[in-house]
């Protein structure tokens, strides 16, 4: 599915659920999180966000905790967030239902045999371009790392969970970060003979700290970057020693296919080693 690139509130909006999602661990974040998605569309039943007394009587939290909260998750304000979550949401799922309607708005699509077939042509693109000797000294890479640390967005990382179960089990100590916050703390303590492997299916879900991560192990002496993505742009490749390019540039979610594929194929050439 091809797409249009996101703009900076779209980015915005689904950076903040992916901060829920992943970066909350204490019972006042939580319920923050619960009031404030209880009012995530003006359509919601609890109807829109009227103030932040609102949300902070809502949560049991005081007004203070709610605003560090905003603040947390990238909003400048409650304010900014009270006067744009909703907006940006909308334009999120307006996005969404264009490019259903587009796929499958005139009857004439299967909405079965259409997701069937452009998963079947995501893996096609990835093993029809594959340089499988290039995957298999990644996997001599990854075997040979003083540890290995996998970076990514949740749904990436998913994909990844079985690459760190095979490389601990060679005793290869292999670290996978959902926590944006960890991967942050963690990078500081990374040296030479260290190997992180960050893999996205597009640019767009790249976050700004993540690519704040990468450029400050580049320059570090020692520390082998391995890449996967769809996107091919020059300024992301130089980040990396080596790079795979997969599945189909501009295609979103069909991605995740490829990438469960090739996590897959470098798990199985590690017991070739």
Same mark, same amino acid.
């Given at each position: ?189 990374? =040296?030479?003979? /260290?190997?992180?492997? @960050?893999? !996205?299916?597009?640019?767009? $879900?790249?976050?700004? &700290?993540?690519?704040?991560? *990468? ?13 996967? =993505?769809?996107? /091919?742009?020059?300024? @992301?490749? !130089?980040?990396?020693?080596? $790079?795979?390019?997969? &599945?189909?540039?501009?295609? *979103? ?13 470098? =798990? ?6």
């Amino acid at each position: 599915m091809k797409r249009m690139r996101a703009g900076t509130d779209v980015i915005r909006v689904i950076n903040l659920i992916n901060y829920c999602d992943s970066q909350v661990t204490n019972v006042n974040d939580q319920a923050i999180i619960r009031a404030l998605f209880l009012h995530a569309s003006d359509e919601s039943e609890a109807g829109p966000i009227t103030s932040l007394e609102q949300i902070a009587h809502e949560a049991n939290i005081s007004p203070a905790s709610v605003s560090r909260f905003i603040r947390k998750a990238g909003y400048t304000s409650f304010e900014d967030f009270r006067t744009s979550f909703s907006r940006d949401l909308e334009q999120v799922y307006h996005r969404r239902a264009y490019d259903h309607a587009r796929t499958y708005g005139k009857g004439t699509a299967d909405v079965f045999e259409t997701i069937y077939q452009q998963a079947l042509d995501n893996l096609r693109a990835t093993n029809d371009s594959l340089d499988r000797e290039q995957l298999r000294n990644i996997a001599q890479v990854l075997d040979n790392a003083h540890s290995v640390t996998i970076y990514g967005d949740e749904h990436a990382l998913a994909d990844l969970y079985t690459l760190q179960i095979d490389l601990m089990g060679r005793g290869v100590a292999a670290f996978l970060f959902k926590n944006e916050m960890m991967q942050q703390l963690h990078a500081q303590n990374l =040296s030479e003979g /260290d190997v992180v492997l @960050f893999a !996205t299916v597009a640019q767009d $879900f790249i976050r700004s &700290g993540q690519m704040a991560i *990468l450029k400050e192990l580049h320059e570090r002496k020692g520390i082998t970057l391995i890449g996967f =993505s769809q996107d /091919d742009e020059p300024e @992301f490749r !130089t980040l990396f020693d080596h $790079f795979v390019l997969y &599945g189909l540039p501009g295609s *979103l979610n069909d991605g995740f296919h490829s990438l469960w594929y090739l996590s897959l194929l470098m =798990s199985e050439l590690l017991y070739e080693l």
